[in-house]
C-alpha cells in the first residue's frame, strides 16, 4: 500500500474543522466591500486609505453611493437577483485624494450579501474580443487538434506560459484518494524537474480542493505580503461574524499553504482547476520564484482555457485506453450470449475458462453460487476463497467492490497476496450467496515522492497529531508492497454490466417458466379430474372381488386344496391394499381441487391435538415427541396441516430402529434460516416461517432425497418398516405447496433426518 492512502485519511482527520473560506482577511494588491441588500457598506478590507483614500470607519455602514457614482451602484444592485456563484467584472473609476483612480470591479453574491472587490488598474479599457480573441484562438486550436491525452496536457502547460510567463507551469492529476502527480510540466532551464513526481493529499487537503472545484481560478501574486484584516461597523454584530469568501479574487491565503510554498521557494502561484465529469480532475499550477502580478483581465484568458482544456478532457481519452475499452465491450457482449443460451450457469461462467477473467482483465476468478465454489486460474485455495466471501457477507454490502490492495482491508489476504493483493467483487444476489470475484497479483512498484510524505504529519508529545507544511521535497522513493495494479472504471463498468445482463437473462427465463408452469397447472388440474374419476370408478370392481373372494374363503374352502385357499386369501390381501392405494390417490386428487379453509391457527394447539391422536394408537413408552419452543400461529387450513404433522411424525416413529426413539418439532429463527440459504423466492417482503421435524431414525441416502416425495415411492420392501402405501410424503408435498410452500429434507444415513416445511409468510 503506498504512503498516499495512509496519509489521506490522517489528513481528513486533522483539517476537517479548518473552515479556510472564512479567512477574515483578503490579499492586499486590492481591496473587498461587502454590501447589504439596501448597499450599505456592512464590512470592509482595512486597507481603504491607501487606495480609495478613506479609512475604513468612515465608509462602514455607509451607503455605497458615497464611493461611487450612480450607474455603477446601479450595476452592483443588480447582483441581489443574480445566482449565488455567478462572478461578472467592469471597469469602474473613483474619486480619491489622489484623483480619479481606476479600478477591476469583481463582483458575486453571497446568502444576501453582495461582496464587491476592487483592484487598481491603468485605465477604463477593456481588452478588445479581437486583443482576447487572438490570445486565445491558436492555444484552442493546437489543443484540439492533439489526440493524444498526454501530447494534450504538455500542450496545455506551454500556451498557459506563453499567456503569463511563468517560471514553471505544470498540471497535477489528483488520483482517488486525493494524492496528486505532476503529468505534464513547462518550466526555466535551470530549475529542477518535478514531472512524475507524487505528492500526498495533504499537500492539497480535502476543503482547498472543494474550493478549488468551487473558484475556478486563484491567484497570490506575493507569498510574502501581510494579509489585510476585514472589518464591520461595531453597530453590525449581525455582520461581523466571517464572511463567506469561497469566491473572492482577493481572499487571503492559509498560513501553511503561504509556509508550505515558501518552502519549495515559489513566491507567487496561479492555480487554474481542471474539471472533468463535474469533479475536480486536477489543476494547472504555475509557480514563479520571485512576486509576479497578472491583471485581472489575462487571468480571465487563463481561466477560459482552463475551462476549454476541462471540456476537452472529456474527449481526449487516451486512445489505447479507448481500444481497451472496446475490446472489453465485444468480449462482455460474446459472454453474455453465451450465457444466455447455456443450460447449465455455472458451467457458462467458467468455461472456457478465459473468458471470466478476460471481461475485467483478471489473472484469477472464482464463482460462489450458495455453498459450491468454483475457482478459475490463479486463485488462492478453497478454504482462503470461502474464509474470504465469510469476511464479504459481514463487511461489504455493495453489489461492487474493488481493492488493489485487499491486505491492507483484510489482514489475511497477505498469505494469499501473490494471487490476490487485488479484488474485483460482484454480488449477484442480495438473497442468495452469488458471487463473481476476480483476482489479480501483487505487483511491486517503486514512487517518487517529492518529499517525505509523512513530513507533513507531526507527532505531538501527548500522541496527537498536527498538520504542518513540508519543508523539504527532495526525491524520496517508495516500494510499494501488498498491491496490485488498480482497477480501471471500464472494467468496473465491464463487471456492472455482466451483472445487469445476468439479472435480464435470469428474468427472461423467470418469465419462460411461468408460461410452463401455467401450462403445467393446466395439465395437473385434468390429471386431477381423470384420477379421481379413475380412482372413484375402480373402487366398485375392487369391492365386488374382495366380496367374492371372501365368500369363496368361507362357503367353499374346504372344496379347495391348500395352495387354493393360499392363492384366495392373497386376492384377498391385495384387493385391500390396492383399496389403500385407491384411497390415497382419491386423496391426493381430492387435495388439488378442494378449497383450503384458511384461518388463523396456534400450531401449539394444532400439534397438541395430532399429538394426542398418536398416542392414542401407540404406547407411551414409544413415544418420546420434543417441542423445542412455543410455535407461532399461522394462516392455514388446520385440517390439512395436522395431515403434514400426523404423517412426518409417523413417519419419524416407523423409519427408526434405535432403542431410545425421539423426535423434535420446531421453528428456526431468521439467522438460522439464512444459514441453511432457505429463502426461495426473491420477491418476497416477509420471511416465511421454516417448520422442521427432526428425528434419530435410520435416515435417507442423499440421492433419494428427492424420490421419497413422489407417490407410492418406497424406499423398502413392503414387509420392512411397518409396510405403508409410500403416499404420506406426496400428500404432504401436495398440502404444503397448496399452502404456497415448500417442504424438503437433509439427513444422515444412520443419524436421522430433518424434514423441512413452509406454508407462508403471514405470521399472525
Known amino acids: 500500500m503506498s504512503q498516499s492512502d495512509v496519509t489521506h485519511t490522517q489528513a481528513t482527520n486533522l483539517i476537517h474543522h479548518e473552515l479556510i473560506h ?28 491607501e487606495f480609495l483614500g478613506k479609512e475604513p470607519h468612515h465608509l462602514l455602514d455607509q451607503p455605497l453611493g458615497t464611493l461611487l457614482n450612480a450607474e455603477q451602484v446601479k450595476a452592483i444592485e443588480s447582483f441581489f437577483q443574480q445566482e449565488e456563484g455567478y462572478v461578472n467584472s467592469f471597469k469602474l473609476s473613483i474619486q480619491t485624494l489622489k484623483g480619479e483612480q481606476y479600478f477591476d470591479g469583481i ?54 506560459q506563453k499567456v503569463t510567463d511563468y517560471d514553471r507551469v505544470m498540471v497535477y492529476q489528483f488520483n482517488n484518494v486525493g494524492a496528486g502527480t505532476v503529468v505534464a510540466e513547462v518550466k526555466r532551464s535551470d530549475l529542477s524537474p518535478l514531472l512524475g513526481l507524487h505528492y500526498p493529499a495533504t499537500d492539497i487537503p480535502q476543503q482547498a480542493r472543494e474550493l478549488y472545484k468551487r473558484c475556478l481560478l486563484r491567484f497570490i501574486p506575493d507569498m510574502n505580503t501581510p494579509t489585510v484584516e476585514v472589518i464591520a461597523a461595531e453597530n453590525l454584530e449581525t455582520h461581523s461574524t466571517p464572511i463567506d469568501l469561497s469566491l473572492s479574487v482577493l481572499r487571503s491565503t492559509h498560513p501553511c499553504c503561504v509556509e508550505y510554498h515558501q518552502n519549495m521557494g515559489v513566491a507567487a502561484i496561479l492555480v487554474i482547476s481542471l474539471i472533468k465529469e ?21 487571468r480571465k484568458i487563463c481561466e477560459f482555457l ?6 476537452e478532457l472529456e474527449h481526449k481519452v487516451n486512445q489505447s485506453e479507448l481500444d481497451y475499452k472496446i475490446k472489453l465491450q465485444s468480449l462482455q457482449a460474446d459472454f453474455i450470449e453465451s450465457i444466455s443460451k447455456a443450460d447449465n450457469f455455472r458451467e457458462a461462467l467458467v468455461n472456457p475458462k478465459p473468458r471470466l477473467l478476460d471481461v475485467v482483465n483478471a489473472q484469477g476468478a472464482a464463482v460462489c453460487l450458495d455453498n459450491d465454489i468454483t475457482l478459475v486460474a490463479a486463485t488462492p485455495n ?8 465469510e469476511w464479504v457477507d459481514t463487511q461489504i454490502s455493495d453489489n461492487l467492490f474493488s481493492t488493489d490492495s485487499l491486505p491492507k482491508l483484510y489482514p489475511e489476504a497477505i498469505a494469499f497476496k501473490d494471487t490476490a493483493s487485488g479484488l474485483l467483487l460482484l454480488r449477484i444476489s442480495k438473497v442468495r450467496r452469488y458471487y463473481i470475484l476476480w483476482f489479480r497479483p501483487e505487483v511491486i512498484q517503486t514512487i517518487n515522492w517529492a518529499g517525505q510524505p509523512n513530513e507533513s504529519i507531526q507527532i505531538n508529545a501527548d500522541g496527537s497529531m498536527t498538520l504542518c507544511p513540508r519543508a523539504s521535497f527532495e526525491l524520496w522513493q517508495e516500494t510499494v508492497r501488498l498491491t496490485s495494479l488498480a482497477w480501471m472504471s471500464c472494467e468496473l ?5 455482466l451483472r445487469n445482463a445476468i439479472v435480464g437473462i435470469v428474468l427472461s427465463k423467470a418469465d419462460e417458466l411461468a408460461k410452463i408452469n401455467q401450462e403445467l397447472e393446466r395439465s395437473n388440474r385434468e390429471l386431477a379430474s381423470f384420477a379421481f374419476a379413475a380412482s372413484h370408478d375402480l373402487k366398485e370392481p375392487l369391492r365386488g372381488i374382495y366380496n367374492y373372494s371372501n365368500v369363496l374363503l368361507e362357503d367353499y374352502a374346504p372344496l379347495l386344496d391348500e395352495d387354493g385357499v393360499e392363492y384366495l386369501q392373497t386376492v384377498v390381501s391385495l384387493s385391500i391394499r390396492m383399496e389403500t392405494l385407491i384411497n390415497s390417490l382419491l386423496r391426493l386428487s381430492l387435495l388439488g381441487q378442494t378449497q383450503l379453509n384458511l384461518q388463523a ?4 394447539e394444532l400439534l397438541h391435538q395430532v399429538i394426542n391422536v398418536i398416542r392414542a394408537s401407540r404406547s407411551p413408552a414409544q413415544l418420546d415427541i420434543r417441542i423445542s419452543k412455543p410455535l407461532p400461529t399461522i394462516e392455514c387450513d388446520p385440517v390439512l396441516v395436522s395431515e403434514v404433522f400426523s404423517n412426518l411424525i409417523i413417519n419419524a416413529l416407523k423409519y427408526n430402529d434405535k432403542p431410545d426413539k425421539w423426535v423434535e418439532i420446531g421453528y428456526l429463527d431468521i439467522n438460522e434460516q ?27 441416502p442423499e440421492h433419494h432425497h428427492q424420490n421419497i416425495f413422489k407417490l407410492f415411492k418406497r424406499l423398502h420392501s413392503q414387509e420392512k418398516y411397518g409396510g405403508g402405501t409410500g403416499a404420506g410424503l406426496a400428500i404432504s408435498k401436495k398440502i404444503v405447496e397448496r399452502h404456497g410452500g415448500h417442504i424438503w429434507v437433509e439427513s444422515i444415513v444412520g443419524i436421522g433426518s430433518v424434514f423441512y416445511f413452509t406454508l407462508s409468510n403471514d405470521v399472525k
Request: negative net charge.
Open 22 to 49: 472564512l479567512p477574515s482577511s483578503i490579499q492586499s494588491y486590492g481591496v473587498l466591500l461587502a454590501l447589504s441588500p439596501q448597499l450599505k457598506i456592512l464590512q470592509v478590507s482595512n486597507n481603504t486609505q
Open 107 to 160: 463582483a458575486h453574491r453571497t446568502g444576501s450579501t453582495v461582496i464587491l472587490e476592487l483592484e487598481p488598474t491603468d485605465s477604463l479599457n477593456q481588452i478588445s474580443f479581437l486583443s482576447f480573441h487572438a490570445l486565445a484562438t491558436e492555444a484552442i486550436a493546437k489543443m484540439r487538434n492533439t489526440s493524444n491525452l498526454s501530447d494534450f496536457l504538455h500542450l496545455v502547460v506551454s500556451e498557459v
Open 278 to 298: 463535474q469533479k475536480l480532475w486536477g489543476l494547472i499550477a504555475c509557480h514563479h520564484l520571485t512576486p509576479k502580478y497578472i491583471p485581472y483581465e489575462t
Open 306 to 311: 482552463g475551462q476549454i482544456v476541462s471540456l
Open 382 to 389: 478453497i478454504e482462503e476463497v470461502r474464509t474470504l466471501i
Open 493 to 497: 463498468d465491464s463487471a456492472i454490466a
Open 601 to 604: 391457527t396456534d400450531f401449539n
Open 674 to 700: 439464512l444459514e441453511k440459504r432457505l429463502l426461495q423466492h426473491q420477491q418476497q417482503t416477509l420471511v416465511p416461517v421454516v417448520f422442521y421435524v427432526q428425528d434419530n431414525g435410520i435416515g435417507i
